[in-house]
């Protein structure tokens, strides 16, 4: 009779254990695959989130998370299409929106993700030139994208966006763009000088024009500097001849 509270606590305890075999708990953002004998069970095998019962022994469950991952593209060395030698590298944003083919359509989506974008920023970068690189970045990220992007698919994982983060140039190149940048606003300076010149030259013509039609405003323009050059503290004082009264004088040393 002793014997029996014996096999009650080992019958009791090998319940339990099979309760903790057979209970799952996911998260929210988890999602179980789950194999009866080696095989998707259901329609797709995905169970979750929530409580979830499994066979023990012979139900077997991979947990996958649909967080967006945010991965680091290692820095790769490119030589773009115009043969300068570059370093790059980016982040790939992606989730897991069907767990059964990340699962089952490849050995480890992480990683193989991960190869394939670095493949394709060196693809794709080898492809395109210095000056498309640096001022067409959103146009490359999205073509970086989408390339990735149709890749991924038949794993069941979703890019959303690829980012090239850093692009390091070589010494030589960056002195390079910087006599270039350098001599682009020496031209723009001497643009924008000459255009001031021009436009002053055309503001002094028609002034002229318009003291000649009418005399009586230069000699208002005669009173007017004397009124500027009254209100500094000077002891030279400007007395203006008309040039009318010259006028006589000329007549007669041109006569003779």
């Known amino acids: 009779m002793g014997q029996y509270p014996v096999v009650a606590i080992v019958i009791a305890l090998f319940a339990i254990l099979l309760l903790a075999n057979a209970i799952r708990i996911l998260r ?3 999602r179980a695959v789950v194999f009866r004998l080696g095989r998707l069970i259901g329609g797709n095998g995905v169970k979750g989130p929530g409580l979830i019962l499994l066979i023990p022994v012979i139900d077997k469950m991979v947990r996958v998370s649909l967080r967006t991952v945010v991965m680091d593209v290692p820095t ?3 030589i773009t299409q115009d043969n300068v030698s570059i370093k790059v590298n980016a982040v790939v944003y992606f989730r897991v929106i069907e767990p059964q083919k990340a699962i089952v359509g490849v050995e480890n989506f992480l990683v193989a993700t991960s190869q394939l974008s670095q493949t394709t920023l060196r693809s794709v ?7 498309d690189l640096l001022s067409q970045r959103e146009k490359i990220n999205h073509k970086l994208q989408q390339i990735i992007d149709s890749n991924t698919e038949p794993w069941g994982v979703k890019v959303s966006n690829v980012e090239v983060k850093q692009i390091d140039l070589p010494q030589e190149m960056q002195r390079a763009m910087a006599k270039q940048a350098e001599a682009e606003r020496e031209r723009r300076s001497k643009v924008i000088a000459a255009e001031g010149e021009f436009q002053a030259s055309q503001r002094l013509a028609d002034a002229a024009k318009i003291l000649a039609d009418q005399p009586s405003a230069l000699t208002l323009r005669y009173l007017q500097t004397l009124r500027e050059i009254a209100t500094e ?6 007395f203006p001849v008309p040039i009318d009264l010259l006028k006589p004088f000329l007549h007669s040393e041109g006569s003779k």
């Open 28 to 30: 929210e953002y988890e």
């Open 76 to 78: 790769q060395d490119i």
């Open 125 to 131: 970068l080898g492809q395109s030139e210095l000056d």
């Open 233 to 238: 503290n000077n002891s030279t004082t400007i």
